[in-house]
């Protein structure tokens, strides 16, 4: 899993991670050595002892990283600012073994916000996976409400699993599939 363009690193503090692709969630100890083979929209994947873990961006600092900052909206932001930002916010979700954002990949099917600025806004996401038994699942789905929720204004985001329609390659952008090699 090392490529000559993966970056090295050594734990600064004990971290958790989850390893790819089951979804199990794991504590690294401090002065783990390994690399960073992805670094995509704030959070990490990484090879150690011979395993593929995901780091969040929020841990960030034990890669010796920078930890993102939160998104921010104007004082005068129109409901389009809102929607902007969230589909912005769902860009920066990735599957740790693959370089291509969730929006791109075509796993959000619907994405709906409710209510207004002083009241709080809800949104709602159906989302699928590439594969359904996919073990990283609940953490992209998770991954996805942490982003959501982190924009002023967002008091819930309710993210729901789904799996019907199935996904196929052909839902991804053409772009993504350039990225991908699955040009057809």
Not at 12 to 33: F, Q, T, W, Y
Not at 84 to 111: A, K
Request: with cysteine; net charge negative; hydrophobic share 40%.
């Amino acid at each position: 899993m090392y490529s000559s363009t993966s970056e090295p690193f050594s734990l600064n503090r004990d971290c958790h991670a989850v390893m790819v692709p089951g979804g199990e969630e794991v504590k690294l100890p401090a002065g783990s050595i390994g690399y960073i083979t992805q670094s995509l929209g704030g959070s990490f994947t990484i090879y150690l002892d011979g395993n593929l873990f995901r780091i969040a961006g929020s841990d960030a600092d034990a890669l010796g990283k920078p930890v993102p900052e939160p998104p921010t909206l104007p004082e005068d932001a129109t409901e389009a600012d809102v929607e902007d930002l969230v589909w912005q916010q769902m860009r920066t979700c990735f599957d740790p073994e693959i370089p291509v954002n969730i929006v791109d990949l075509g796993l959000i099917y619907e994405c709906v916000i409710s209510g207004d600025r002083d009241q709080g806004r809800q949104v709602a996401v159906k989302m699928t996976l590439t594969a359904p038994g996919c073990g990283m699942g609940e953490i992209l789905v998770s991954d996805v409400r942490e982003k959501i929720e982190a924009i002023p204004t967002i008091a819930e985001a309710d993210v729901e699993l789904v799996f019907d329609p199935p996904w196929n390659s052909t839902m991804m952008t053409e772009a993504a599939r350039l990225e991908t090699g699955m040009m057809y």
